[in-house]
Structures are given as structure tokens and as C-alpha cells.
């Protein structure tokens, strides 16, 4: 069955510091890969995708994320996190079952320290 | 600016009402979702549309139904509202194969 791990429930970091966020999939296709982040009260809005080519995808906000086929992980990388990341992240992978849909994980919440 | 807009950010019912959460897209989207939101569950999907009168059930259909009359909108209804139907509830859409464009979300309470 198709799933998608985030092992890190809460993770911690001083402002100006390196992140890295944890995801792992279950998939037996080729899978479109997503990370969203969600500010508390709002939607989540989309950070980077990976579809095909270039593993190492660049998204908005300085993200990124390399997509590696043998761990079967995508984890999300910022090299110097700023205050105004503190979010809950969430990973997904579209599967196409018939139908289109994604898998989320169960997310990441992300404090950052002043 | 694209836009999914959910009709309202809170709601509060009573146990048993018939609640109606609205989700109108602007993008021409074939697809349409609903997902519900709890901590350390992350989303699941309760169901799921991609043409207009046609409808999937997701991961969690108990206790919901949809309706999806005009391409731009998804319904999603709560027959009977419980309390373990307190929740946040997010609609997306998106294209074919592309990625996902969500609400602001609804946080439904059922008292």
C-alpha cells in the first residue's frame, strides 16, 4: 500500500541554522513527490515538486529537496532557516490509482529559536 | 491570484444538524478534494471529485457525502454532525496530474 513517512513529529533549530526535514514514501510507480507548509490557521500552500529530471528540486521560501530513488526519501533542505519558517511541513506523493490523488504525511511541526 | 475559497473559516454545530461546507475553485480544475485535518493524523481524504456529478470516496467517507453540480464547486455535507467530526476540513483542487491548490480551511466544532 501506498504511504508516506515523516519520522520527525517536532523538530527544533536556532534561527540561522541548517534544516532538514525528514520523508520517506511507499510507492511502487515512479511518484510525483510534494512539500507543503502550513502556517497555523491557514491553508497549506505548495513549496517545491518533484515530477521527473533533475533530483534536486529548488522550491520558493530558499527550499529544497533531493529526491533519492534507492532510500525512496525526499527531504526537504533550507542551508539558513529564518524565524518566519516556523510551520507545520507536510510531505506527499500523487499516486494514480484510476484517479489522481495525493498521500500526505502526517507532518512536521518546526519551532525556531530566536 | 488563483484562488480556493472555502465559505467560512469557522463553524460551530450542534450534534445531529445537517452542515453543509462549501469550496469554490476558480481555476478550471477537473479535480476537486476534501481532506480533514487532526493532530498527528495529518490530512485524510475524506472524498474526492474529477468531473462535474462524479464522485470517489476516499480513505474516510463515513458519515460525509459530497455533491458537485457545476465544475467550480464541492460540496461536502455532514448528514448528522458528531463530535468526532470536530475538525479541520481543507478543500483543494488541482488539474489533471498537477499539483494541489488548497483552501484556507474550515474548523468545524460540534458541540
Known amino acids: 500500500a501506498q504511504s508516506v513517512t515523516q519520522p520527525d513529529i517536532h523538530i527544533t533549530v536556532s534561527e540561522g541554522a541548517s534544516l532538514e526535514l525528514r520523508c520517506n514514501y511507499s510507492y511502487g510507480a515512479t511518484p510525483y513527490l510534494f512539500w507543503y507548509v502550513q502556517s497555523p490557521g491557514q491553508g497549506l500552500q505548495l513549496l517545491l515538486k518533484y515530477f521527473s529530471g533533475d533530483t534536486l528540486v529548488q522550491g520558493i521560501k530558499g527550499f529544497e529537496a533531493e529526491f533519492k530513488r534507492s532510500q525512496s526519501s525526499f527531504n526537504l533542505r533550507k542551508p539558513s532557516v529564518h524565524w518566519s519558517d516556523a510551520a507545520e511541513y507536510f510531505c506527499?506523493?500523487?499516486?494514480?490509482?484510476?484517479?489522481?490523488?495525493?498521500?500526505f504525511g502526517t507532518g512536521t511541526r518546526l519551532k525556531v529559536l530566536a | 491570484d488563483v484562488k480556493v475559497t472555502q465559505s467560512s473559516r469557522y463553524l460551530v454545530k450542534r450534534t445531529g444538524e445537517k452542515v453543509f461546507l462549501e469550496c469554490v475553485q476558480d481555476m478550471d480544475h477537473e479535480n476537486m478534494f476534501w481532506y480533514r485535518q487532526d493532530p498527528g493524523l495529518g490530512l485524510r481524504l475524506i472524498y474526492f471529485?474529477?468531473?462535474?456529478?462524479?464522485?470517489e470516496k476516499g480513505d474516510i467517507p463515513e458519515g460525509y457525502s459530497v455533491s458537485r453540480e457545476k465544475k467550480e464547486r464541492f460540496s461536502l455535507i455532514l448528514e448528522s454532525a458528531s463530535t468526532n467530526q470536530t475538525s479541520m476540513y481543507l478543500c483543494?483542487?488541482?488539474?489533471?496530474?498537477?499539483?494541489?491548490?488548497f483552501g484556507s480551511g474550515t474548523r468545524l466544532t460540534v458541540v
Open positions: 471529485s474529477y468531473d462535474v456529478k462524479m464522485k
Open positions: 483543494a483542487s488541482s488539474s489533471q496530474g498537477g499539483g494541489y491548490t
Open positions: 506527499a506523493v500523487g499516486v494514480n490509482s484510476g484517479t489522481y490523488k495525493y498521500i
